[in-house]
């Protein structure tokens, strides 16, 4: 059984910073991993998708690392914004041909940026 | 593209009542999941629907859950004789191709279901 694990729960560092959030996960039979946004009382918000034959993927500030043989990605955010901050979701999707069962998600680190 | 659409955002209950929550997919999308988020705990999923199917229903509740995804309209989630432990977010979630077909999942915003 998949199990996605994210680190740390929650950071709170100064505006200006980069920052690392990791996410491992124990199954490597992946097939995409998904970065996602999360505000309080919202939905979640599709950050970067990095397919499992991909390595990194980058959109603005952000940058997410995929190494799929040994379980882990990265989600790095340069030049940090109090606007950035949010619960961060990590979740990674099965390979096909073994089943349904949709995405398998961290409980996400949950980042305060201070002004 | 109005993106994923959930209704309601907000929904209270009393114990034993039906709740029903709906979920338009976007545009063109075939494929409809449904996740749970119950406090302090991260996502799970719950169902997989593509229209007038279900495929994979493991990680829904075998009593008083069922879904559906209707040729026309919406899918729905409905939850029979709710209790207070079905308090939780319920996500909705679309994608174009399926999730292991490596294509994008979008989400809706979500129905907070809140029973007393």
């Known amino acids: 059984k998949q199990e996605v694990t994210q680190i740390p729960a929650a950071l709170s560092v100064p505006e200006g910073e980069n920052l690392v959030l990791n996410c491992s996960f124990t199954d490597s039979a992946i097939y995409n991993l998904q970065w996602f946004r999360q505000d309080p009382g919202k939905g979640l918000t599709s950050l970067l998708l990095?397919?499992?034959?991909?390595r990194e993927q980058t959109s603005g500030r952000l940058n997410a690392s995929l190494d799929k043989s040994s379980g882990r990605s990265t989600l790095y955010i340069a030049a940090s914004q109090p606007g950035d901050s949010a619960t961060y979701l990590c979740a990674v999707s099965r390979e096909s041909g073994g089943g349904a069962d949709g995405l398998t998600f961290g409980k996400g680190t949950h980042l305060i940026i201070q002004p | 593209n109005a993106g994923v659409m959930q209704n309601p955002r907000h929904l209270v209950r009393r114990r034993g009542q039906e709740a029903r929550l709906r979920c338009s997919p976007m545009?063109?999308?075939?494929?409809v999941y449904w996740y749970r988020q119950l406090p302090e705990e991260g996502l799970k999923f719950m169902v997989y629907l593509q229209k007038e199917n279900i495929i994979d229903e493991s990680g829904m509740p075998k009593e008083r859950f069922s879904a559906e995804f209707p040729k026309e309209g919406p899918s729905i989630l409905r939850i029979q004789q709710v209790v207070r432990g079905d308090s939780a977010a319920y996500f909705c979630?679309?994608?174009?191709?399926?999730?292991?077909?490596?294509?994008?999942?979008?989400f809706g915003q979500g129905t907070r279901l809140t029973v007393v």
């Open positions: 979630a679309s994608s174009l191709m399926d999730v292991f077909g490596g294509t994008e999942a979008f």
């Open positions: 990095i397919q499992s034959s991909q």
């Open positions: 545009k063109g999308h075939s494929h």
